[in-house]
């Protein structure tokens, strides 16, 4: 049971630092003002989806670990995420853009794996909340694929 809690806490982590770098370049996107490349309402849609998930995952951690184990893994993402400033903010954008594809589309692949891991180790309200995520991030990367430049 420890390892399968041990995989399912890394897994988590995982989710959780795919969830921040979204948002972050979601954030950069909205702040660009980039609404020739993307409808404004998809990005607010978006990173709202996205502060959810970030609050999901949080409270699963939180479930299953203590409040510190917690926060340390918050901590670490935000200090492990990359990330300068292009010289050349439509770069940027672009960049973000693509950034923003291979985040929901490994979130994808995350979250199938979570809601094994949290049914093998007994964590079925975690299961749940991992495939509501994964629904949404299913049709946020249908949506992402046929809208995002490329």
Not at 1 to 16: C, G, H, N, P
Not at 19 to 34: M, P, T, V, Y
Not at 96 to 102: F, Q
Request: net charge negative; glycine share 4%; with cysteine.
């Amino acid at each position: 049971m420890t390892d399968l809690r041990s995989e399912l806490l890394d897994l988590l982590q995982k989710a959780y630092a795919l969830a921040s770098g979204q948002e972050k370049c979601l954030r950069r996107i909205q702040d660009a003002l980039a609404v020739d490349l993307l409808p404004a309402s998809a990005i607010d849609t978006f990173l709202t989806q996205t502060i959810d998930e970030q609050q999901s995952l949080r409270e699963c951690l939180r479930r299953i670990c203590d409040d510190a184990e917690a926060s340390r893994t918050e901590n670490s993402v935000l200090a492990d995420m990359r990330y300068g400033r292009e010289a050349n903010p439509m770069q940027e954008v672009r960049r973000d853009l693509v950034d923003v594809g291979e985040f929901i589309h490994e979130g994808v692949d995350v979250y199938r794996a979570i809601a094994a891991a949290s049914e093998a180790s007994g964590f079925f309200e975690t299961k749940l909340v991992c495939e509501r995520i994964l629904s949404q991030k299913g049709s946020m990367a249908l949506w992402w694929s046929a809208h995002a430049p490329s």
